[in-house]
């Protein structure tokens, strides 16, 4: 990198909730689990889910983020949607889950389920 050139910036942002979340994950994952996967899969009443899942490889395409010597993995077919998306752990009384804050969603259905770039 010349003086000039700026660090590329991380594709995904991922929170301080998440990140300790997918670390508790991680603890009891099966055996050779490398990390976490993030990706997006067709379903829901708006075309397009969240997908998390244990990594148990690194493929050659994965983008691939450290944090905290945690291995996250982004699946290369989810890349253009996933880019610029923050992740975050939401829990409470009624449910918990892993929340996108994504900038490429041009909708969401109702339920927050499912979206639509």
């Given at each position: 990198?010349?003086?000039?050139?700026k660090p590329r910036p991380?594709?995904?942002?991922?929170?301080?909730?998440?990140?300790?979340?997918?670390?508790?994950?991680?603890?009891?994952?099966?055996?050779?689990?490398?990390?976490?996967?993030?990706?997006?899969?067709?379903?829901g009443c708006s075309g397009?889910?969240?997908?998390?899942?244990?990594?148990?490889?690194?493929?050659?395409?994965?983008?691939?983020?450290?944090?905290?010597?945690?291995?996250?993995?982004?699946?290369?077919?989810?890349?253009?949607?996933?880019?610029?998306?923050?992740?975050?752990?939401?829990?409470?009384?009624?449910?918990?889950?892993?929340?996108?804050?994504?900038?490429?969603?041009?909708?969401?259905?109702?339920?927050?389920?499912?979206?639509?770039?």
């Amino acid at each position: 990198m010349n003086k000039l050139s700026k660090p590329r910036p991380e594709m995904i942002t991922i929170t301080s909730k998440a990140l300790a979340r997918i670390k508790a994950i991680l603890e009891k994952a099966p055996e050779n689990t490398l990390g976490v996967r993030f990706g997006v899969k067709t379903g829901g009443c708006s075309g397009m889910t969240y997908d998390v899942t244990y990594a148990s490889e690194e493929k050659a395409t994965d983008e691939k983020i450290i944090k905290e010597n945690i291995n996250i993995y982004i699946d290369a077919a989810a890349t253009m949607f996933l880019i610029g998306s923050e992740v975050d752990w939401n829990q409470d009384k009624l449910q918990s889950s892993f929340t996108f804050n994504n900038p490429n969603e041009s909708a969401r259905c109702g339920c927050g389920e499912s979206f639509t770039v």
